[in-house]
């Protein structure tokens, strides 16, 4: 029997962030995860991943003491040998100063993502980078492209609370797969559609679980949901189903783009996205004849050159059609933007220093291979701390990562709770805490809570938080910030305290603060954050990013992406599994079990095409490399398109190298972002 329920809060990279309660069973050991009922957002449901964390938590591989490698690279656990976590810091702290003072503090590249969302876990290892004016690190592997689109028009990362969507007559599912990767958005839309009637209609190239529940499943090539938005658009105007009042309020140049669309017309569409003329007529229809119509956009139509356009593109619909004036109308791509919190005192902003060169998180491969666009007249990367992240197997153009990591005169240390590929790559593993063994607080992109959670079980063995790590290395480097002084808590609370929100001590006594806006501003009704207050048809891309080339002044479909040929005739999805979540439970049983093995979704005629039959050996290549996956005929996606779910480990695949092997790390314009949705590829049977 379960000795205790307590309360957390779910810290993986999820808009859902979930309100937790976890059984615990002893001083170490967790049972059953559950959402928390009284949440209104989570209302009791996670996703199956999650609520058997016990598998992951518990399990017998995770790290329990520091490491020192002393057999070769890439190994695994039994090229190291156990150190104490004193020897270990000083080992670090000796190589970042070695690095220092021999190049220079640029060549420090501290390297985190979001494995854990928590604020002061996830971010003061930029205190570290800040005080020390190592190397920065611009984020671009998941939201860079997403983030710029959708600012470009409405101007901040906000909109329409998600639990309106139970209010909601239509929801249009854009290029997300929530029954996937955030599974709370379908609470929400089921609500909608069992007590008004509302329907379901999911963008996707690939009929996804979430697609599989939807009414209407509109099946674009990959990368073309500019051209499809604009089809949309054109029939809005010309079926006369626009809001002209709103668009003479609250938008810039409505005439202008009534006359940009009138050449863009379904059939124009249906020649490049695949789409049947009338699928698109009947959409448009149905989406301008409904007022409370909510888009819910994911970040998966995003992951492409030209994603930060489609996503723009998209989010113009509502604009057109007023929709954001109703309850249950409008559209929601996240809500991270709205918090307002001030992280001066975790992430050491008053030390950053605008001159530091700052290196883009998706080029790390271009990056350790010493690739000039990225290093410029700067020193070589020699020495790195890794939190949060797993670049070996998560990044694009994977040979040139391994490649890096191979490097004889690169410093490594990898503070990790699993021996994934890029620990084994590392020269010194440091044990890290789980969520559940240390405190921290979250906001979410999918609604408004701040939610905070304080450890309940104890660190399993020697394992440390990422909080400890980043203060011991302080010292041992010479960082010096009133930062490195506090404890998790208080730094939870300063940072609280300076944002004007409750305190640390009230906001766990609560559980969850909603930070929702009222609904006139949420639905912009006093104004975008833009110029005039208006939402952008004509966004300003060359003010967003270097690489505004080609941008299309109006909603378009920029013809940018990694168009197939006829040498690579296939176009690749690499969208998430089900019951990974990134590279994370790829080591635990449950998701083991369901997942496989790597498999590429085809065509049925393409598979007869190549010979192909279910469970054929089959690879796929382009001029970054190759991967051997196994065939799985199916009908829900184009000919031409090839899916492969994951993100497996390397070592899954025969040859030791993972999908991203394929994927480009060419920066997305205007201004970075890794496109993993976009790539050409050739198809053979193995
Ligand atoms: N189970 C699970 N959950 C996860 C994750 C996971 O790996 N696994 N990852 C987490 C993270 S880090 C994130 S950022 C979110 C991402 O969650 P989502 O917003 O769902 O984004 P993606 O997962 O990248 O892709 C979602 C869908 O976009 C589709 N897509 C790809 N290209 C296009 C396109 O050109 N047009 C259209 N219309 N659709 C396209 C893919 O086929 C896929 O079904 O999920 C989080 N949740
Ligand atoms: N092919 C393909 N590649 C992709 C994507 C895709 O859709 N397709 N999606 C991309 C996206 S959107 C993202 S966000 C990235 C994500 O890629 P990653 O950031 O690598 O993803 P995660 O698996 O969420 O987290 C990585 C690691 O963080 C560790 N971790 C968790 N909590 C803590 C902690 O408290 N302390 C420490 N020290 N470590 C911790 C976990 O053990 C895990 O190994 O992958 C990208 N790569
Ligand atoms: S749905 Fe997302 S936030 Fe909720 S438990 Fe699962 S991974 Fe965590
Ligand atoms: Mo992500």
Redesign the pocket.
């Known amino acids: 029997m379960p000795l205790d329920l307590l309360p957390s809060v779910c810290?993986?990279?999820c808009p859902s962030t979930c309100a937790l309660e976890v059984e615990r069973l002893d001083h170490h050991k967790i049972g059953r995860v559950r959402g928390a009922a009284g949440q209104s957002y989570t209302a009791g449901v996670v996703c199956s991943k999650v609520a058997r964390y016990a598998e992951r938590h518990n399990h017998p591989d995770r790290l329990t003491q520091p490491l020192l490698r002393t057999g070769a690279k890439g190994e695994g656990r039994s090229a190291f040998a156990p150190i104490s976590w004193s020897e270990a810091l000083d080992r670090v702290a000796e190589k970042f100063l070695e690095a220092e003072r021999r190049h220079g503090p640029e060549a420090v590249w501290p390297y985190f993502?979001?494995?854990?969302m928590?604020l002061v876990?996830?971010d003061g290892i930029q205190r570290l980078r800040h005080t020390k004016r190592y190397s920065g690190q611009l984020s671009t592997?998941?939201?860079m492209l997403s983030d710029t689109g959708w600012v470009a028009g409405v101007g901040e990362k906000r909109g329409v609370d998600a639990r309106e969507i139970a209010e909601s007559d239509l929801v249009v599912v854009w290029g997300g797969n929530p029954v996937s990767t955030q599974v709370n958005v379908m609470t929400h839309i089921t609500r909608a559609r069992k007590e008004r009637g509302a329907k379901l209609v999911v963008v996707d190239p690939y009929r996804t679980p979430t697609a599989q529940v939807a009414d209407i499943h509109l099946m674009p090539r990959p990368g073309t949901d500019g051209a499809l938005a604009c089809a949309v658009m054109h029939e809005l105007f010309r079926q006369g189903l626009v809001d002209r009042d709103y668009m003479a309020r609250y938008t810039d140049c409505p005439a202008e783009l009534e006359t940009h669309v009138k050449a863009r017309s379904p059939e124009w569409a249906a020649a490049i996205t695949g789409v049947p003329a009338d699928e698109i007529r009947a959409f448009a229809e149905l989406y301008g004849r409904t007022q409370r119509s909510f888009i819910r956009l994911g970040?998966?139509f995003s992951?492409s050159r030209n994603g930060a356009a489609n996503m723009h593109a998209v989010s113009c619909l509502p604009a057109i059609t007023g929709a954001w004036r109703y309850k249950g109308g409008g559209a929601l791509y996240s809500n991270a933007g709205f918090y307002g919190l001030d992280k001066t005192m975790i992430e050491g902003l008053d030390r950053r220093d605008p001159k530091v060169r700052i290196l883009d998180q998706s080029r790390i491969g271009p990056v350790l291979t010493g690739d000039k666009r990225d290093l410029g007249e700067g020193p070589p990367i020699t020495a790195m701390l890794?939190?949060?992240?797993?670049?070996m197997?998560?990044?694009?153009e994977g040979l040139k990562v391994r490649q890096g990591f191979l490097r004889d005169d690169l410093f490594v240390c990898?503070?990790?709770?699993?021996m994934?590929e890029?620990?084994a790559m590392a020269d010194i593993v440091?044990p890290?805490?789980?969520?559940l063994e240390?405190d921290d607080i979250y906001l979410a992109g999918g609604h408004t809570y701040l939610q905070i959670a304080r450890k309940i079980v104890e660190p399993l063995a020697e394992a440390k938080?990422?909080h400890y790590?980043i203060c011991e290395l302080a010292k041992r480097v010479g960082a010096e910030h009133p930062g490195f002084a506090l404890s998790e808590w208080e730094l939870i609370d300063q940072m609280l305290k300076a944002s004007g929100k409750p305190s640390a001590d009230a906001l766990y006594a609560g559980r969850w603060h909603d930070c929702a806006l009222p609904f006139e501003d949420a639905h912009f009704l006093t104004g975008f954050p833009q110029p005039g207050g208006r939402f952008r048809f004509k966004p300003d891309w060359k003010g967003m990013g270097p690489w505004h080339q080609g941008m299309p002044e109006l909603p378009d479909h920029p013809q940018m992406i990694e168009e197939a040929t006829a040498e690579h005739p296939f176009r690749l999805v690499?969208?998430?599994a089900r019951t990974?979540?990134?590279?994370?439970?790829t080591e635990t049983p449950g998701s083991r079990q369901r997942e496989q093995r790597p498999t590429a979704l085809l065509h049925p005629v393409d598979c007869e095409r190549l010979a192909l039959k279910e469970g054929d050996r089959v690879r796929l290549g382009n001029r970054r490399g190759s991967v051997v996956v196994h065939a799985r005929p199916f009908d829900g996606l184009q000919p031409g398109v090839v899916i492969?779910e994951?993100?497996w480990p390397n070592g899954a695949f025969e040859e030791g190298q993972?999908?991203?092997a394929l994927?480009g790390a060419d920066p997305g314009p205007p201004r970075g972002g890794?496109c993993?949705?976009d790539t050409a590829v050739w198809v053979r049977a193995a």
Do not use: K, M, W
Not at 393 to 396: G, N, Q, T
């Open positions: 810290p993986h990279d993502y979001a494995g854990t928590g876990q996830r592997i998941c939201v970040y998966g992951r890794i939190q949060n992240t797993n670049p197997v998560v990044c694009p990898v503070h990790e709770q699993f994934t890029t620990a440091l890290a805490t789980t969520f240390h938080p990422n790590v690499a969208a998430p990974f979540l990134n590279s994370t439970f492969v994951g993100i993972g999908i991203n994927i890794a993993f949705h």
